[in-house]
């Protein structure tokens, strides 16, 4: 194939712009401000596991506490009404023993359950240090998240515009390029999975870093400027330069 030898310059040029944006399409796939928002998310979802749970453990100690006071309350007003019955002097002696008997009883009962009390009042202490402990956790996390988000979105808007300019100019220099060399160029990209040519420097392929010898340098030296050459190891176009080394 033969092509003019200053399009052929042009597909450095188009090389180029490809590698660029192929680092850039690298950098968006491999984002580290993308694992910092999902750590941020998992941090996030596991404070807010650990505040449910704490909330849940206060209300639960609320409801036992609650349910104690009612039968301290209740204790408490049999043992009026039993003092009462005392005091009014209607109880029979056989009574009064009974009525004696059950309100020592019940003041036994009274301080079992307001040392109860006091105990649920304390692990309720830990408890709301506990769930204070998560909130700040998550309070903080969120801000991680918010932050981490923020970063990414930030990348990522950069990253949008370097793709724009570098297609742009991707377009611009296709656009001087002649339609068959283009072709080529287009197809051997697609082969490769990168670039469609690369530069001979120093009688190497800068595609695939292999060096010509024997009759490949000697076809290329040879070769009329305007010959298009081809790498006989990655198939990309050779494009020659004056540190081909030739």
């Known amino acids: 194939m033969q092509a003019d030898h200053f399009d052929q310059q042009k597909l450095l040029a188009l090389a180029a712009e490809d590698v660029a944006l192929a680092q850039l399409a690298h950098r968006r796939r491999t984002l580290p401000e993308n694992a910092a928002v ?21 209300r639960d100690l609320d409801r036992e506490q609650k349910r104690i006071e009612a039968d301290v309350e209740s204790v408490r007003a049999r043992s009026t009404r039993d003092q009462q019955r005392l005091d009014s002097g209607a109880a029979t002696p056989k009574e009064m023993t009974s009525l ?25 202490e830990a408890a709301d240090a506990t769930l204070a402990a998560a909130q700040t956790g998550l309070a903080g996390a969120q801000a991680d998240q918010a932050a981490a988000e923020q970063a990414r979105d930030a990348a990522l808007a950069e990253i949008t ?42 009688r190497r392929c800068e595609g695939c870093r292999i060096e010509l010898y024997g009759t490949e340098l000697a076809a290329a030296r040879n070769a009329d400027p305007h010959t298009v050459l081809r790498c006989e190891n990655c198939n990309r176009i050779l494009v020659r330069t004056a540190e081909s080394g030739l």
């Open 38 to 58: 999902t750590a941020a998310e998992e941090a996030q979802r596991e404070f807010s596991a650990d505040v449910v749970r704490a909330e849940t453990a206060v």
């Open 161 to 202: 515009a370097g793709e724009q300019e570098h297609g742009a100019k991707r377009a611009e220099v296709a656009g001087t390029v002649s339609a068959p060399l283009l072709a080529v160029y287009e197809r051997v990209a697609k082969q490769t999975g990168g670039t469609g040519a690369a530069a001979l420097h120093a």
């Open 100 to 124: 004696q008997q059950e309100m020592a009883s019940l003041a036994r009962r009274q301080g079992d359950l307001e040392d109860q009390v006091l105990e649920i009042m304390e692990r309720r």
